[in-house]
């Protein structure tokens, strides 16, 4: 289940990211631990802005020259929602 804020940008929870990233938790925790995905936390929650997500990957097609660089080995991510 993805929790979402009431003002819909605001996801809680690694699941949620996950969902929204179409990657396992496993690899959302990856990522914050090594400090490679933009996340926050609230108490003991993960949690990410949709918005930060969009932007940051805007970012890393860029950073690629316009090849879209994804989380997983399987290829290209499209943020969901």
Do not use: H
Request: aromatic fraction near 8%.
């Amino acid at each position: 289940m993805v929790k979402i804020a009431p003002d819909g940008d605001v996801l809680y929870g690694a699941s949620a990211i996950a969902d929204f990233l179409g990657v396992s938790p496993n690899t959302i925790y990856y990522r914050v631990q090594s400090g490679s995905l933009p996340t926050f936390r609230l108490g003991s929650s993960i949690c990410a802005r949709r918005s930060t997500l969009r932007a940051w990957m805007e970012e890393q097609e860029a950073v690629a020259g316009g090849q879209y660089i994804g989380l997983s080995r399987g290829g290209m991510l499209e943020p969901r929602g």
